[in-house]
């Protein structure tokens, strides 16, 4: 029987370890993280649990609505932008936007005195004009110009707090708008003007600039799309070219020559800050209108450039005690009014309507123009009364008819006023008796022939008798007609015009350029009841000189396109076809020397040089004239009231006289003396036949024909509705 305690064969797995496995060692259970959880919240039930379980409804909601909202409305933009920026030309494209070209006014010397039109001055860019400029601009419209996308809402937000805090609406006054909103804007969106529309330029620049949400929008979509397709640089160029300076000037090239004759690359610190100080409000700031306010908007400019490290304390120093100044030419502001009467005379589509940038050379003298002006000034400074209302005006001109200088009232420095000289129509007086005269003269009556100063009447079929009367009413018996001239005797005057006939008179009138439709048809034609503008008076006076020809004043001398070399139009003279001899021109001039020398115009004399004119003063005073030459030039001058008023204690010789004399004082000062054409009379011979003529039926040139083939005097005279006296001197 086997034993059953032996023991058993080792397992096969048992066998693969020769020492039974260690029993590892416990591990130490590691320590729990112990975390505080939240307390649930008491789940709310009831109505207060429906209303926090809305409102958070809600919340999503709006945050769904604004999410989505705000990516279609990205996305649309995205659009717009994109759009615009397909359509924005070439840059070059943008630099000239005038719709008109300009005008610039050279005087006799070739020397620039006055500008019209837009002036553009050519095209200069962010890196061309001085550093200076280029600082000032961003510093004033835009000093984060170069951080920003196109729009800056930091600039919208400080705007609409302005203009809040001054009490106007949030769009109104300050706009915040950034300089590439401004350039936009100056475009107009992309929308060129089209004269065609029936709109006008300042209208159409008055739709670019409104103010309105939905053009506000616009314009900062505009504003996106220039930052996407130009450089900053180009942006800025764009606006130095576009923006309107004043004084007519687009452009910041055009201004500098305007205002500092100067190219815009080498304007300094202080120059720089007027220009740039343009940019908010062009005419109440251009220094042509008030050079003290510019220079204090300037010195604005300049403190902001300070603050913004674009000028040391030192330069800003420099500059605040040297402000900019005005060319001689912008000072002077001269030819306001002559150089719009060289616009409105010139051809319209080169002046006035220009789309052309045009040169004008004309016969202005800039020292006679001040010669001018200083003289009416000195005279209403220091001989009428504080307060007068009284107008004047003044033409110089030379004998050919080329006007030197033209004051067209006593406010000399003004652009498109009214013109006395060359647009009011005024009785002239007796500044009309030389054409009398000179229709004798020519007919062979003498210088020395005698004329009955007597009473007379004449019966005017219609009206009545009619009796003239001299300024004095008194009556001298013979006088010659020399005498009669130099006292402006009104009777003998009239019974010269009688006697030699009126349509004589009338035609020789016409023939030296004054106007046939401003005639008087009665007898008072002798006495200067016919109207006329003084420049037509002073070209008459100019014919007398010249030795009997008529000139037709003129101021344009050539006319060209800018960078043209050959002139598109020019004008050699202003003398025109003879109206009376050159003997009769020249007896003519020696009796009205005596008119100065020794008669009722003795107030124009100066100095030793021979002067010849006449004086002129209508009825009741309401004109006064003094018309007169030297050897040199000739000269008109006309006072009285715009509404017609009389004049107080003034006649033609008073006042009148007075001003041509400290005018042509002056334009004569460094001017040798040169000797009238004058010719001595032979002695006195007959008597005139004071006995009124039927009227003549044939033409001035018909007489001078016949007078020329006959050699004898030619008679006639004629009547018609009369006219008041003018009772002038």
């Known amino acids: 029987?086997?034993?059953?305690?032996?023991?058993?064969?080792?397992?096969?797995?048992?066998?693969?370890?020769?020492?039974?496995?260690?029993?590892?060692?416990?591990?130490?259970?590691?320590?729990?993280?112990?975390?505080?959880?939240?307390?649930?919240?008491?789940?709310r039930t009831g109505v207060s649990g429906l209303i926090v379980g809305l409102f958070r409804w809600v919340l999503r909601l709006i945050w769904l609505i604004t999410s989505r909202t705000t990516i279609v409305g990205l996305i649309i933009l995205a659009l717009a932008v994109g759009y615009v920026f397909a359509t924005l030309p070439n840059v070059n494209a943008l630099l000239d936007g005038r719709a008109r070209g300009s005008v610039t006014l050279l005087d006799r010397d070739g020397k620039v005195f006055a500008w019209r039109g837009d002036q553009f001055g050519g095209v200069v860019t962010a890196q061309s004009v001085s550093p200076h400029l280029h600082d000032a601009i961003v510093a004033t419209e835009d000093k984060r110009f170069y951080r920003h996308i196109g729009l800056s809402p930091r600039g919208i937000a400080s705007a609409v707090r302005i203009n809040l805090a001054a009490g106007r609406g949030p769009l109104s006054g300050n706009g915040g708008s950034t300089i590439t909103q401004q350039v936009a804007k100056l475009l107009c969106l992309g929308e060129p003007y089209d004269p065609s529309s029936g709109q006008t330029e300042k209208q159409y620049e008055a739709e670019c600039r409104r103010g309105t949400l939905q053009r506000k929008a616009y314009e900062a979509i505009y504003a996106l799309a220039m930052e996407a397709k130009y450089s900053k640089a180009e942006i800025l160029t764009i606006y130095m070219n576009r923006a309107f300076l004043g004084a007519g000037a687009r452009g910041f090239e055009a201004a500098s020559q305007r205002y500092f004759g100067k190219s815009a690359a080498n304007v300094d610190p202080s120059e720089a800050a007027m220009l740039a100080g343009l940019l908010k409000a062009p005419t109440r700031y251009a220094p042509t209108n008030d050079l003290e306010r510019s220079q204090n908007r300037a010195a604005t400019i300049l403190r902001l450039m300070n603050e913004q490290g674009y000028l040391t304390n030192a330069e800003r120093a420099v500059a605040d005690a040297n402000p900019a100044k005005l060319s001689a030419a912008a000072e002077a502001r001269a030819g306001g009014y002559f150089a719009d009467w060289v616009m409105d005379s010139g051809p319209e589509f080169f002046t006035r309507n220009t789309t052309e940038d045009v040169i004008i050379r004309t016969t202005f003298d800039q020292r006679m123009q001040k010669a001018a002006e200083d003289g009416l000034k000195w005279i209403f400074d220091n001989k009428v009364r504080k307060g007068s209302q009284a107008q004047a005006a003044i033409v110089v001109m030379s004998a050919d008819g080329a006007v030197r200088a033209m004051v067209g009232g006593r406010q000399t420095k003004v652009v498109g006023a009214f013109n006395r000289a060359t647009t009011a129509l005024r009785q002239t007086g007796s500044a009309f008796k030389p054409f009398v005269f000179g229709a004798a003269l020519d007919l062979g009556y003498s210088p020395m022939d005698l004329v009955d100063d007597a009473p007379l009447t004449l019966d005017i079929p219609g009206s009545g008798p009619w009796s003239p009367s001299n300024y004095d009413r008194k009556f001298r018996g013979q006088v010659t007609l020399t005498e009669a001239l130099k006292q402006s005797l009104n009777i003998p005057a009239v019974k010269i015009s009688e006697s030699v006939g009126r349509d004589l008179v009338r035609r020789v009138a016409v023939d030296f350029g004054i106007g046939d439709e401003n005639l008087a048809q009665g007898p008072a034609l002798a006495l200067g009841a016919s109207e006329s503008t003084l420049i037509d008076m002073t070209g008459a006076y100019a014919g007398i000189l010249n030795g009997g020809s008529a000139v037709t004043p003129y101021g344009l001398v050539d006319l060209r396109l800018l960078g043209d070399d050959a002139p598109l139009m020019d004008i050699a003279g202003g003398i025109e076809e003879r109206v009376i001899q050159v003997d009769s021109a020249q007896q003519l001039i020696w009796m009205m020397e005596k008119v100065v020398s020794e008669g009722t115009g003795q107030r124009a004399r100066f100095g030793d040089r021979q002067i010849a004119g006449k004086t002129g003063t209508t009825q009741a005073a309401r004109d006064a004239w003094f018309i007169g030459f030297t050897g040199d030039y000739v000269a008109g001058v006309w006072m009285g009231y715009d509404n017609n008023?009389?004049?107080?204690?003034?006649?033609?010789?008073?006042?009148?006289?007075?001003?041509?004399?400290?005018?042509?004082?002056?334009?004569?000062?460094?001017?040798?003396p040169t000797a009238l054409p004058m010719q001595a009379p032979a002695a006195a011979t007959r008597p005139i036949d004071p006995t009124p003529q039927r009227p003549r039926s044939t033409e001035g040139i018909i007489n001078n024909l016949l007078r020329d083939i006959l050699g004898g005097r030619a008679t006639g005279s004629g009547s018609s509705a009369p006219s008041p006296n003018a009772g002038d001197r």
């Open 1 to 43: 029987m086997s034993d059953s305690r032996k023991p058993k064969k080792p397992l096969v797995a048992d066998r693969r370890y020769s020492k039974a496995p260690k029993k590892a060692a416990p591990k130490k259970p590691a320590p729990r993280k112990t975390t505080k959880r939240r307390k649930a919240a008491p789940k």
């Open 645 to 672: 008023k009389p004049l107080t204690g003034v006649t033609g010789g008073g006042l009148p006289a007075d001003i041509w004399r400290e005018v042509m004082q002056r334009v004569h000062e460094g001017v040798p």
